[in-house]
């Protein structure tokens, strides 16, 4: 694979501009076979409890199509709840990320807060794992979380790049070290929230990082770029940043 890093398209907000009108335009799963080719690697959507973009019928078909040979991974977002938990290990997509979710936000704020509520996930991770779904935990660039998302069986973490995304200092270098601590727990590291033409190379550059994911400035570009445009822009910014 080149560069040996792989995108994750969130397709999220492609449904939330269907949702505006009502209709069935955009299709989230037309949009997604059409992006095959572009350089996306994978497809990313959150089915939240609200269902305030992606739907269950987006889910079941986009899982559907991704299992099937000419789809690509699903990678499934989703809170710690029975409801998810039973959707997930129904539909079996590739991966599931597990993210915190509250109600009230706009979009995923934080890092889960894996330390205190172990209890909780690791019998989630072992019924997902169970079903052969491979599950990433979607944690702040802290060790102390990065330790315990190991302990608790999590095969991948995904580290949240939102305070990198807005300028705090000293995140770049939380990253680097949360993504050195990943792989030295032999987890795969993924990385995503925030990311931009502007800030992903240094966050592609990591060597530890396999797999970006990234959303909403992309469905944004694409309505000056078009969207197969900006991926593939984005896909050849994180090659350059690891050449
Ligand atoms: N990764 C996770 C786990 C997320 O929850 C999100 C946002 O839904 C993203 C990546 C993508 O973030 P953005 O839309 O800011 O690119």
Redo the contacts with the bound molecule.
């Keep these: 694979m080149p560069g040996n890093i792989r995108l994750g398209v969130?397709i999220?907000h492609v449904a939330t501009i269907r949702n505006a009108r009502g209709g069935n335009h955009p299709d989230p799963l037309s949009v997604a076979r059409a992006l095959v080719g572009s350089g996306m690697d994978g497809i990313?959507i959150?089915l939240r409890e609200d269902r305030r973009h992606i739907r269950d019928a987006d889910a079941e078909a986009i899982c559907a199509w991704g299992a099937a040979g000419a789809g690509k991974p699903v990678n499934f977002?989703m809170a710690i709840t029975d409801e998810m938990l039973s959707i997930a290990t129904r539909l079996k997509p590739h991966g599931a990320?597990i993210?915190p979710e509250r109600r009230a936000e706009i979009?995923?704020e934080g890092g889960l807060d894996v330390v205190n509520t172990r209890a909780a996930l690791r019998p989630a991770i072992a019924r997902l794992r169970d079903a052969g779904i491979r599950v990433s935990l979607?944690v702040d660039p802290s060790p102390g979380q990065v330790e315990a998302a190991a302990e608790i069986g999590a095969q991948v973490v995904?580290l949240h790049t939102g305070a990198y995304a807005n300028g705090k200092p000293g995140e770049l270098n939380r990253l680097r070290e949360a993504a050195t601590l990943t792989a030295k727990l032999g987890l795969e590291c993924h990385a995503?929230?925030?990311?931009t033409f502007a800030n992903v190379q240094p966050i592609a550059a990591l060597p530890e990082v396999r797999e970006l994911?990234?959303?909403?400035?992309l469905i944004g570009e694409a309505l000056l770029i078009g969207l197969p445009t900006a991926i593939a822009e984005m896909k050849r910014l994180m090659i350059e940043a690891r050449l």
């Design positions: 969130n999220d990313t959150h977002e990320c993210v979009t995923t979607f995904e995503g929230h925030g990311l994911n990234i959303g909403h400035y």
